[in-house]
Every structure is written in C-alpha cells, then in structure tokens.
C-alpha cells in the first residue's frame, strides 16, 4: 500500500507565493515518477508538472511554466510545487500523483498514474 500526502495548501493574495508538499509513505518501489495536478472548481483535473525518479528531467504545463518548479527529495520521499506569481485563475485542489514507469514516463496522462493523494485546496484572492 502506497500513500500520499499532500500540505501546503491556503489562501494567498495574487502575485502571492506558495510552496506545496508531498510525502511518499508504505511500499513504493523506487524509480517513480511524480507528478501534480489541479482541479478547478466545475473543471476537469489537468496536468501541471511533472518530475522522473533523478530529478533530472521536469515536465510543466503551458499555463505554469516559468512562475512553478517542480523537485524532489528521494531520501525525504516528497516532491515538491513552488508556486510564484500566483493568479485567481490557480484557485483549485492540487493533487500529487505517482507513476511507476512503464517503457516511458506519461507525464500528463492521467490514467497512467498509479497513486493518488487527497488533495489540498488553493484559494488566490484577486
């Protein structure tokens, strides 16, 4: 059984920042890829960014790219999302997700991930 936690989440003035977490517990095999996404309210959960097991590669969304940073701590197991520039369009549920990889990690495949945490809220006030 593998678990996954997410914090970090709160309420934040646009052009705000937050830093959001997720720890890794039970038996995960190493070699996982992570991935976040976000919820909207009335929307569809869509991909966010993305991270492989080194760290090395990261994978970000139209939408985010340049103002989140996606890393991770293997010894920590936990990823993390800085979210700088925050705007009213961010106001979602955030989720954390974890691949095993299969051949190739599917960054933004939804259905290729493997575990799910439950999700935390971020609420930017314009």
């Known amino acids: 059984q593998v678990q996954l936690v997410e914090s970090g989440g709160g309420l934040v003035q646009g052009g705000g920042s937050l830093r959001l977490s997720c720890v890794v517990s039970?038996?995960?095999?190493?070699?996982?890829?992570l991935g976040w996404f976000r919820q909207p309210p009335g929307k569809e959960r869509e991909f966010i960014a993305g991270?492989?097991?080194?760290?090395?590669?990261?994978y970000y969304a139209d939408s985010v790219k340049g103002r989140f940073t996606i890393s991770r701590d293997n010894p920590k197991n936990t990823v993390y999302l800085q979210m700088n520039s925050l705007k009213p369009e961010d106001t979602a549920v955030y989720y954390c997700?974890?691949?095993?990889?299969?051949?190739?990690?599917?960054?933004?495949?939804?259905?290729?991930?493997?575990?799910w945490g439950q999700g935390t809220q971020v609420t930017v006030s314009s």
């Open positions: 997700a974890l691949q095993y990889v299969r051949g190739y990690y599917r960054n933004d495949d939804l259905q290729a991930y493997d575990y």
């Open positions: 991270i492989d097991w080194s760290g090395g590669t990261t």
């Open positions: 039970g038996r995960a095999r190493s070699g996982y890829a």
